[in-house]
């Protein structure tokens, strides 16, 4: 039990669609990162939100935005759905002033794109 | 550009053997390295963290060894399981402030009874 829930688990979607992806971190965990996985890969880092404003992108374009919330919770959404977007989406927290770095996960959202 | 590679990408093994799971790594300036489980279609489980000052980490069955100088660590399963079966992977953290996490594609572990 990490203490980070996502929702929705699964869902799916047609090209072109908009989607919302949210995440409930811990109390006390300050920052928040989204990942996406796609079959038979690693994660892939999309961006961090700190105190609610984004401090950190990976390789992702523009319509891949998020919002991070003063309770702790955060979303992420991808406008202009493509076909490979489709992939697991993972939400990530850390506790404030963690010296270790350590990251828990949440269990995913399943996103398809028809 | 910092790159994980995990080897082997699959291992099947007889329940009660001993194993070793293997991550290397282009860039020495880590911060911290961390090994996690996923099961099927699922998030990922933190297992063991190690920080770039340390050499290895235990918890339980598990061993994971960190050597910066040459890009290696290892994960030791002892007498495994096959509740063990899963996906293992290994991330880099590159800083205390850095965002990303940059993972491997994984080890995909079977353990037959």
């Known amino acids: 039990e990490t203490g980070v829930t996502q929702s929705p688990t699964h869902l799916i979607k047609t090209r072109g669609q908009q989607v919302t992806l949210r995440c409930s971190s811990q109390s006390g965990h300050n920052t928040v990162s989204w990942y996406q996985q796609a079959l038979g890969q690693g994660p892939q880092f999309i961006f961090q939100y700190y105190r609610e404003e984004e401090n950190g992108r990976g390789n992702f374009p523009p319509r891949f935005s998020g919002l991070q919330f003063p309770n702790y919770s955060s979303e992420l959404n991808v406008n202009a759905l493509e076909l490979d977007d489709s992939a697991l989406y993972l939400c990530a927290s850390r506790r404030a002033g963690g010296l270790t770095g350590e990251l828990f996960f949440g269990e995913g959202s399943r996103l398809t794109v028809l | 550009k910092q790159e994980v590679t995990q080897i082997p990408a699959a291992l099947s093994v007889p329940e009660g053997e001993n194993l070793v799971l293997n991550c290397s790594f282009t860039d020495s300036a880590i911060y911290n390295l961390q090994w996690f489980r996923q099961d099927p279609g699922k998030g990922l489980t933190s297992l063991l963290l190690i920080q770039s000052s340390q050499r290895e980490q235990t918890s339980g069955r598990l061993n994971a060894s960190l050597d910066k100088s040459s890009g290696r660590s290892t994960l030791y399963i002892a007498a495994s399981q096959p509740g063990d079966s899963a996906t293992y992977l290994c991330?880099?953290?590159?800083?205390?402030?850095?965002?990303?996490?940059?993972f491997g594609k994984g080890t995909t572990l079977s353990v037959s009874s």
């Open positions: 991330a880099i953290k590159a800083n205390q402030a850095g965002t990303a996490l940059i």
